[in-house]
């Protein structure tokens, strides 16, 4: 386990490239599995997360080339077991989406509880209600279980929560069900559009991509495909909030602005100057004044996975700002030891928290606990008078590709350990 000690109180400034959308990477490796043709993504991050689905991919046959690198190539004739190993499972949250082409190819799937931020508090009866209205059973074994003797079956779904991985886990599932499956209440993130048009290289009918109803014509023989990645928009703000807390400046590249400009519209609440020029994406030194409420929303709303970050930005925001995250409790809470760096919040309830700004922080030893969190704490500690540890490290690398190398290259005084 390894920590990060931060010296604070160092404007970042430069220049950062985002690589792919982590969220899009996982769902398009697990799409790969529906086929026996070789697969090759481009601009792939290099993450954590993005190499444990690969070796994932490896544990249930596949062949992956390129793991670690941003060019991955997969291939996979036979899927040969339905049982994906269950420390690997256990590290990512996204193994879930592996459920749908493990029915797909071997009509039956055993995942152990998936990892990953908040495992007790994220549940995937999103993804089995899809799966089960497709055909499948759940069986009363531990961990996940399920199986369908006879294929899956095309069918109508609403789904009662418009949740990213469930709509991903209907839409793999919809896409080896032979006949016309009707997903309504789909997500419409970028990343579930990413892999809507992935299906679509593939071979899979898919229309209504980025609405609420999806209608998918599955069960065709599918072929290879290439794709490259989206820049990761949550990455990219999350450069820029960095930036902003620390009274930098940083042009962001690699992201599109059809996915930066809600990020964009809240910076600017905060009275953050920035804005696409061509096609970079420029934070000003600025002086950021309170927004009086931020409020997560599905897409096209402001995204949960920054709401961390924000809050952090408004403990350097003059005026008083109510971040309201109504997605995920644990998020905020983690916050509460921004309270031990001197800023001046107050947890209303599980999904709001009051800041009051500006605050001068102070440096203290962090706990990383969960991937967005822990970027939030390291901003919160660059800004901070004095010297900060966050740990563990590890926690935060899940999503955050070279992330030592890009803090100093921005200018931060950073040391890793352990």
């Not at 386990?1 to 985002?18: F, K, W, Y």
């Not at 592996?98 to 994220?122: C, E, H, K, N």
């Not at 995250?325 to 809470?333: K, T």
């Amino acid at each position: 386990m390894s920590s990060l000690l931060i010296e604070g109180g160092r404007r970042l400034s430069g220049a950062v490239e985002v690589e792919g959308n982590k969220n899009a990477a996982l769902p398009l490796l697990a799409a790969c599995l529906l086929t026996d043709k070789e697969c090759v993504l481009h601009n792939v991050p290099r993450i954590r997360d993005v190499e444990v689905m690969a070796q994932l991919l490896v544990d249930l046959g596949a062949t992956v080339e390129g793991i670690g690198t941003t060019t991955v190539r997969v291939r996979c004739p036979e899927v040969t077991k339905d049982e994906p190993d269950g420390t690997l499972v256990g590290r990512l949250r996204g193994s879930v989406l592996l459920l749908g082409p493990l029915l797909a190819r071997r009509r039956r799937a055993r995942l152990a509880p998936p990892g990953g931020d908040f495992p007790a508090r994220r549940t995937i009866s999103t993804h089995l209600e899809a799966l089960v209205a497709m055909g499948a059973r759940v069986l009363n074994e531990p961990g996940h279980v399920l199986e369908c003797p006879d294929g899956l079956k095309p069918t109508s779904i609403y789904l009662y929560e418009a949740s990213v991985t469930g709509t991903e886990t209907a839409l793999l599932a919809a896409a080896a069900a032979p006949g016309v499956t009707e997903i309504r209440h789909a997500a419409q993130e970028p990343h579930v559009v990413e892999l809507c048009l992935f299906l679509q290289k593939l071979g899979v009918g898919v229309s209504g991509i980025g609405s609420s109803t999806i209608r998918i014509e599955g069960g065709a023989t599918l072929g290879g495909a290439t794709h490259t990645l989206w820049g990761d928009y949550i990455e990219a703000g999350s450069w820029a909030v960095v930036a902003a807390i620390t009274g930098g400046e940083i042009d962001v590249r690699g992201a599109r602005w059809e996915d930066l400009e809600v990020i964009a519209t809240v910076l600017k609440r905060l009275h953050i100057e920035c804005g696409m020029v061509g096609d970079v994406f420029r934070v000003e030194e600025s002086k950021p004044r309170a927004a009086g409420r931020i409020t997560t929303g599905l897409w096209p709303g402001f995204p949960s996975d920054l709401v961390s970050l924000v809050t952090v930005l408004a403990t350097q925001a003059e005026g008083r700002t109510l971040v309201h995250d109504w997605l995920y409790e644990l998020r905020l809470f983690a916050l509460e030891q921004l309270s031990g760096m001197s800023a001046d919040l107050f947890l209303c309830d599980p999904h709001r928290i009051i800041v009051t700004g500006p605050r001068k922080l102070r440096g203290r030893p962090l706990d990383s606990r969960d991937l967005r969190s822990g970027m939030a704490l390291i901003a919160a500690a660059l800004a901070a008078d004095g010297e900060s540890r966050v740990t563990p490290l590890e926690t935060v690398e899940r999503g955050y590709a070279q992330l030592v190398d890009r803090l100093r290259a921005l200018g931060a005084s950073v040391t890793r350990l352990g």
